[in-house]
RNA sequence: GCCCCCGUAGUUCAAUGGAUAGAACAGGAGACUUCUAAGCUCUUGAUCCAGGUUCGAUUCCUGGCAGGGGCACCA
């Protein structure tokens, strides 16, 4: 039990005493460190119904607590308007220090969801598309996602839904077959020559169809035999090619640091969802001019969208419902999440509401969580990419800016350190906004490495590591010494385990990043104002170091629940 | 026209209906014969407008204004 559940349970059982049972209150740490460690405004939600005026509630809750002996309390009194404000003893802190390096990766895991199976779905490609800024924001917030949500004690399980079919792939089967191209079947070849030729193709067939009439109906027939997995050249070729594709979609999301358990395909969800949808034409959805559509009902507010086009192909919509069934019969979650762009927020509810005819429990499951769209501002960026910029466009511009940045400097960084870098610039970004908010990605702020911003922290972890190393030369081990006076650094380390319940229960990743934030502002500043490895104080350097680690080791996990690397030089 | 999302310092972003709205960048000032200056200390500066609900509203409701997205055969 954390000390906040404690004393939610305590307060729970003071209101009671007093008469107030079943009133829900807020039970947090106040804004500022000198209020507490925690607050409540228990005190404020019962004073109406004790038709009391809340100062006078607040007294009595005191009385009440006090009555408890509490021992992890301090102090507990009365503040403003009728707040009561918490503070932890000295010794809880030094509790907590032991437990934070007992449990190490493991200090701030919830258990809320323990038992419980989280499908996420994030990332999902425009197979035969390059990868752009917009999956690189999903995949931020879909890993992370992930990670908060391993964090919940959940079983978590990450899948992909990769666009396999569609005329845009049709069009570039159809250049590559124009071409020579042996060489997408020699191992030998990098695959990026292989990705280069193929997006080159993707380009030169969509122009081809737009341009030469004469190959429409090539593509168009090359892009029935892939929707009917007719065995034909064209096919065969279209799978290798889809095989380069998946790989290649592996390769780039694995250096963002994610993986997947598996891949649910717009094909397969294709078949399916046609399925569903023909079975239940007449109670669920009807034909119109030829096509099969839904029409919600009038209170909802929702469009009518079409499910299957005139030509007999299952649309978007369609599709999205073959994976509603396809996730919920594969797996059976709990809880199913989706990360999408914004854009898809009107589709997917018309979806699920279809969905929820069919089998309630694919809406009630079922958790959207959009991300908005990345613009560019200031003339650095705009000016060396154009358009809509591809992931390695963006990570190549931030790499320049960080190994410019790490010249002159101490310790120079190895090729992998700027890689993930440039990584957490770009991660936290996007991930410090709350997820479907636009953003503005400005290389001038958004980069600046100063201040807020993923260097930064890593930046404070590089620090404490290299803290910890000069004290190991000296021989100097952390050990807390008992009955220091608690610092602000180890109140802030305490707060992790009520940012991860938030992180969880609100799909919110931004919640952490703002934290990580303050603990490493609350560090650097702590360092500023003590000399921590001091060879002359053996006992005070092992203390402080005890609590530096602590903070080091928290500062980890957080980054880790962001996806992002905590190098230990920088 | 209808529906959804959004509007917070000069800028980029935070804030389960709670205390003096929190950071960073930019601007101004400063410390350091000390462990990583991608750092630290101090400082100037904000809730789009008008109503309403509430002990209390950036947050909820109504109406404006401004921006983004969607509205049947693309995804």
Redo the contacts with the bound molecule.
């Keep these: 039990m954390t000390i906040r559940q404690k004393l939610h349970t305590a307060l729970a059982e003071s209101l009671k005493n007093l008469g107030a049972e079943n009133v829900s ?4 740490h ?3 460190l ?3 460690d925690f ?1 409540t ?1 228990a005190a ?2 019962s ?2 119904v004790l038709a009391k005026n ?1 100062r006078e509630v607040a007294d009595a809750l005191v009385q009440e607590l006090k009555n408890q002996n509490i021992a992890e309390l301090e102090s507990v009194h009365v ?5 009561i ?1 918490f503070k932890l003893t000295d010794s809880y802190f030094q509790e907590l220090n032991k437990t934070v390096f007992l449990e190490q990766e493991n200090f701030g895991k919830s258990g809320v969801h323990l038992g419980k199976k989280i499908l996420v779905e994030h990332s999902s490609p ?1 197979l035969f598309k390059p990868f752009h800024i917009g999956h690189m924001m999903n995949n931020a917030i879909g890993e992370s996602l992930v990670r908060i949500m391993k964090f919940s004690g959940a079983n978590v399980i990450p899948i992909s839904f990769p ?1 396999d ?4 792939i049709a069009k570039a089967i159809w250049s590559v077959m124009q071409q020579e191209h042996a060489f997408l079947y020699d191992d030998s070849a990098s695959l990026e020559s292989k990705m280069k030729f193929l997006g080159e193709c993707y380009a030169a067939g969509t122009r081809a169809f737009e341009d030469n009439p004469e190959t429409v109906s090539e593509i168009r027939k090359i892009n029935e035999e892939i929707y009917r997995a007719e065995n034909t050249p064209a096919f065969e070729l279209y799978l290798h090619t889809k095989k380069l594709n998946v790989h290649y979609f592996e390769n780039t999301v694995a250096r963002l640091g994610s993986h997947f358990d598996s891949y649910i395909f ?1 094909s397969e969800a294709g078949i399916v969802g046609e399925k569903i949808i023909r079975e239940h034409i007449g109670n669920v959805f009807k034909e ?4 099969v ?1 839904y029409v919600p009902e009038e209170s909802t ?6 499910f ?4 007999g ?5 369609t ?1 999205d419902m073959g994976l509603l069934s396809i996730k919920f019969d594969r797996y059976n979650p709990d809880l199913s999440a989706i990360v999408t ?7 997917f509810d018309v979806v699920v509401d279809a969905a929820s005819k069919i089998h309630s429990e694919w809406k009630e499951k079922s958790v959207h969580v959009p991300h ?2 990345m613009s560019f ?1 200031g003339q650095k960026m705009s000016s060396r990419l154009g358009g809509v910029p591809l992931a390695t466009d963006v990570l190549e511009t931030v790499l320049a800016e ?1 190994e410019e ?2 010249k002159g ?3 120079t ?1 190895t090729a992998e ?2 890689d993930a ?1 440039a990584i957490a610039a770009i991660k936290f ?1 996007i991930l ?3 997820p ?7 290389p ?3 980069l ?6 993923g ?2 922290l890593q ?2 972890h ?2 404490i ?3 910890l190393d ?1 004290a190991a030369g000296l021989g100097i081990a952390p050990a807390y010494k008992a009955g220091e006076p608690a610092t602000d650094l180890e109140r802030i380390t305490m707060q992790f385990h009520s940012v991860v319940e ?1 992180a969880i229960s ?1 799909f ?1 990743p ?2 952490v990043v ?1 934290y990580l ?2 603990l ?2 609350t560090f ?2 702590f ?8 060879e002359s104080d053996q006992e005070t350097s092992a203390h402080r170091l005890a609590v530096a680690k602590a903070a080091q080791i928290v500062l980890k996990n957080g980054l880790g629940l962001l996806g992002i690397k905590a190098p ?3």
């Design positions: 209150f807020s039970l947090e106040p804004t500022e000198s209020h507490g607050a405004n404020l939600a004073a109406k809340p503040a403003g308007p009728g707040f404000n425009n666009s079919v569609g005329l845009g717009e119109s001019e030829g096509a559509i507010h929702l469009p009518t969208l079409v299957m086009t005139s030509e192909h299952p649309t978007y919509e599709k762009d914004a854009h898809q927020v009107p589709h908005g769209r501002k960080v940045r790490s400097r101490e310790n960084s350190n700027a870098i970004s410090r906004t709350k479907g908010q636009n953003i503005n990605f400005d001038e702020t958004s600046s490495f100063e201040g807020d911003s260097p930064y930046y404070t590089a620090r590591a290299s803290l000069k938030s609100e919110a931004q919640h703002t934030v303050e490493c502002r650097n500043s360092y500023g104002a003590n000399k921590i490895v001091d230990e030089r920088m």
